[in-house]
């Protein structure tokens, strides 16, 4: 697999509205995209730090995996993900080395980016998420 950077760190919020003023007013970063993932029950922001985004992650439904970790864990840090060139080949490599996949197929997720998730129990209590540009 090749990694060619970080796509994103994801931030679970309760409120994308209250939290523009810290991102935009204090960090002085500027939100370029919001969007609903209807599938995901969640809306996202993003910003630009250099080559790396940040995803700010709001529940749209009690039922959303978002809603369940702020619930369990409260606002924070929720996933890293990695930019890698070949998506569906990165998966069958990871799970060939032992690693428990979220998403055995690459999905649809914000930005038009195909994505997937390996489980925290065998990437370091790290929630993973894998990207791939579509060509």
């Given at each position: 697999?090749?990694?060619?950077?970080?796509?994103?760190?994801?931030?679970?919020?309760?409120?994308?509205?209250?939290?523009?003023?810290?991102y935009e007013g204090?960090?002085?970063?500027?939100?370029?995209?919001?969007?609903?993932?209807e599938d995901q029950?969640?809306?996202?922001?993003?910003?630009?730090?250099?080559?790396?985004?940040?995803?700010?992650?709001?529940?749209?439904?009690?039922?959303?995996?978002?809603?369940?970790?702020?619930?369990?864990?409260?606002?924070?840090?929720?996933?890293?993900?990695?930019?890698?060139?070949?998506?569906?080949?990165?998966?069958?490599?990871?799970?060939?080395?032992?690693?428990?996949?979220i998403d055995q197929?690459?999905?649809?997720?914000?930005?038009?980016?195909?994505?997937?998730?390996?489980?925290?129990?065998?990437?370091?209590?790290?929630?993973?998420?894998?990207?791939?540009?579509?060509?």
């Amino acid at each position: 697999m090749e990694i060619t950077h970080i796509e994103h760190i994801g931030i679970a919020v309760k409120s994308i509205e209250e939290q523009l003023p810290y991102y935009e007013g204090i960090l002085g970063l500027k939100c370029y995209n919001i969007e609903t993932v209807e599938d995901q029950k969640v809306k996202t922001a993003f910003f630009m730090v250099g080559q790396t985004k940040i995803e700010l992650l709001e529940p749209t439904s009690d039922e959303s995996t978002i809603a369940k970790f702020i619930e369990k864990r409260g606002e924070g840090i929720h996933h890293i993900a990695y930019a890698t060139k070949n998506l569906g080949e990165s998966l069958k490599e990871m799970e060939s080395k032992g690693v428990r996949l979220i998403d055995q197929q690459p999905r649809g997720g914000a930005e038009g980016l195909n994505i997937a998730f390996l489980h925290p129990k065998s990437t370091g209590s790290v929630l993973t998420e894998l990207c791939e540009h579509p060509e």
